[in-house]
């Protein structure tokens, strides 16, 4: 049982990347899903979740307009599309899920409200000036 995040990478800014976060072992299709971020010398942010219910989508102030969240239960995968990407952009990006908080308000998940069951290694996004 594993969360896998991917698709980081280095681009240059105003570039796009999507990144990937690849469940095995369950379905994500129970889960709330949150992306976070961690800077070098910061505190890990959630950037963008998503709620079980409807799709409810959650983006951080900075990322909101240039990022989307979505899932694609056949393949048992979320994304996060990132586009317009700035420098500040730079960091490890993890994903991580909880059923138990599935149907939680996205905010409150990526505010850090609740502890998730699982949290994926990250995969690193770099943007260059």
């Known amino acids: 049982v594993q969360l896998q995040a991917s698709g980081g990478g280095l681009v240059q800014a105003g570039g796009s990347l999507r990144l990937s976060c690849a469940a095995s072992g369950f379905s994500l299709e129970y889960y709330a899903i949150g992306w976070f971020r961690q800077a070098p010398g910061k505190e890990r942010e959630g950037v963008s979740c998503?709620?079980?219910?409807?799709?409810?989508?959650y983006y951080e102030g900075s990322v909101k307009g240039r990022y989307t969240i979505s899932r694609d239960s056949a393949k048992n995968t979320v994304y996060l599309h990132m586009n317009g990407l700035k420098p500040e952009d730079t960091a490890v990006y993890y994903c991580?899920?909880?059923?138990?908080?599935?149907?939680?308000?996205?905010?409150?998940?990526?505010?850090?409200?609740?502890?998730?069951?699982?949290w994926g290694k990250g995969t690193l996004v770099t943007v260059s000036s």
């Open positions: 998503i709620s079980r219910i409807h799709g409810r989508a």
């Open positions: 991580t899920a909880s059923r138990k908080f599935a149907t939680a308000a996205p905010s409150h998940i990526c505010r850090g409200y609740y502890g998730m069951d699982y």
